[in-house]
């Protein structure tokens, strides 16, 4: 596979089942401009496993904004690997480096990197930053911090960011919020609220990858 098309479908999910349910219902509507920057210094043809030395040229060679791009892609590319450390600090790298909505996108990357690498504290600091920083992402931010609560074991916090998100439209986060919400009411054992979260789940986002994990009787579908 060539190595612009490997980052290109950089963003699958670790295998934590967790994580799989959030990841595939986080990714921003908005590209990020600053990766294809980079690509035109990049040989075509380039393999996927010859990328991250290269890119690693051009961010250390690079003005400001090329290394920015760099950074970003090199971020993708660990994340792909399911290496999350590396992934977190190349979109650190990045966010310092890029400004506006591709500053903020390097950084909410770099809270979904935190939280594969297990790292509760960091993400939910990215993700404040991002949700106070940016109108586009904020419900993702806002989720990703709910994340965090969870990875934390603070199930009370968790609780309390998923009502604020879930009180208003929440855009595309918001399937990953309600499946994350029933989940949470399941072990708090508030059986009411975490059906009526499913059937707002089945009945809003029909086509979710949440609702395709919905059991028969909570999506309206007959046995």
Do not use: N
């Not at 980079?38 to 051009?58: E, M």
């Not at 994350?180 to 789940?201: I, K, P, V």
């Amino acid at each position: 596979m060539a190595a612009e098309s490997m980052v290109r479908k950089a963003f699958a999910p670790p295998p934590a089942a967790f994580w799989l349910l959030f990841a595939l219902g986080c990714a921003p509507a908005l590209p990020a401009r600053a990766m294809d920057d980079v690509w035109p210094l990049v040989p075509k043809g380039l393999p996927a496993d010859s990328l991250a030395p290269v890119l690693q040229r051009i961010e250390a060679a690079g003005p400001a904004s090329t290394a920015g791009a760099a950074a970003f892609a090199l971020g993708q590319l660990h994340y792909a690997h399911g290496e999350y450390r590396p992934a977190a600090a190349a979109f650190g790298r990045a966010a310092a480096r890029l400004q506006g909505l591709e500053h903020t996108e390097a950084r909410y990357r770099q809270g979904l990197a935190f939280l594969g690498d297990r790292d509760p504290a960091r993400a939910r600091a990215a993700f404040d930053e991002v949700a106070m920083l940016s109108q586009p992402f904020r419900s993702l931010a806002q989720l990703g911090l709910a994340r965090a609560f969870a990875l934390a074991g603070d199930e009370e916090q968790e609780l309390s960011v998923l009502r604020r998100l879930l009180d208003r439209p929440a855009g595309e986060a918001e399937p990953g919020a309600l499946a994350s919400y029933a989940a949470l009411c399941d072990r708090l054992r508030r059986t009411g609220e975490a059906r009526a979260a499913r059937e707002r789940l089945a009945k809003r986002w029909p086509r979710s990858f949440e609702a395709a994990l919905l059991p028969p009787d909570e999506t309206g579908a007959k046995p």
